[in-house]
């Protein structure tokens, strides 16, 4: 079996270390399997994804498919253009897409075109929030994949809901806490953790980059003056993403205790993470992280495509409104957070699971 695994962004590369991980294991027992690696390009910072294939130890990637920046239809139109020469040369019997990202949908649509099958790793999850970008790749993808591999059993339903057989749906778990769980003992400090003296449960990580919270200079200027006020001494680390430091540094911000860095890598964040007092956010990845780790999360979101961190783990979901941010930050404080717990499968053997999975279908067919 011959397959193509496609990177685009910083998520899918949490995404794809494990599954390129038991495919070696695989190779090794014996079993007939190859892989591609195609790297499409989509983040084109070295912190958002050069380094990530070092820490989490991935090989150089076959080809980079350089699709840079631009809008949404010009990113799409790159990734699919280089996409299909690379798969036109280079035989392959299944595609494997992760996540939600435009690389994702883009290149799932190029594999059906040319006849060949689409597996999509973290299928069915739904935010049902159309102004997302992220829905919209989630929904296309959906739409044309041939094996589906779910997250949760909520995932599975919702698939369900539209139309696909279940025979075609597979509750494996999640590839990005196989990652989380095989690094934890890698974690290490940033450079800045004794500089800022740091110190565990006495600082909050706050991470904001999507546009309902970042575009509007106002409302991000509110967002992060709401959390300063709320936050009573304690260290913010705000690890700034390139397009919020674009309408950040438009803003007249200045807090002792606000602490903007640059991106991190995947084992310095997670140090933070895990040593946190407690993580606010407007990512769908870092819930899950943090619902694994025991540290509560409060995410600003008006919907979320992860309900199980917030039925089953450590995540809030309170909105976008600045307004709402110091009752929960009272919360926080007084010591009553959720404990959570773990949902089914994220165990650190999703991969293992994928890989087995694929190993018994006919793909031919």
Known sequence: MNITIVAGARPNFMKIAPIIHAIEKAKISGKE???RLVHTGQHYDSNMSGSFFKQLNIPTPHINLNSG?????????SIMIEF?????????DLVIVVGDVTSTMACAIVAQKLKIKVAHVEAGIRSYDWSMPEEINRLVTDSITNYFFTTSI???QNLINE???KKNIFFVGNTMIDTLLSNRKRFCPP????????KPKKYIVLTLHR????DEKKHLKEMIMKIVESTLDYQIIFPMHPRTKQVYDTLDISDSRLNIVSSLGYLEFNFLVENSLAVITDSGGITEETTVLGIPCITLRQTTERPETVFQGTNELIGTDPNSIPKIMKKLFSGNWKKG????????????????KLLTLDIQK
Not at 84 to 92: C, Q, R, V, Y
Not at 341 to 356: A, C, H, L
Request: hydrophobic fraction near 35%; charged fraction near 25%.
């Open 33 to 35: 399997i190859q892989y």
């Open 69 to 77: 920046s631009g809008s949404q239809a010009e990113i799409t139109s």
């Open 84 to 92: 299909e020469k690379d798969l036109i040369k280079h035989a392959s």
């Open 154 to 156: 909520t995932a599975n």
């Open 163 to 165: 139309g696909v057989n």
């Open 191 to 198: 450079d800045f953790w004794d500089k800022l003296n740091l």
């Open 211 to 214: 546009p309902s919270n970042v």
């Open 341 to 356: 717990v773990i949902p089914n499968k994220w165990d650190g053997k999703t991969s293992q699971r994928i890989i087995e």
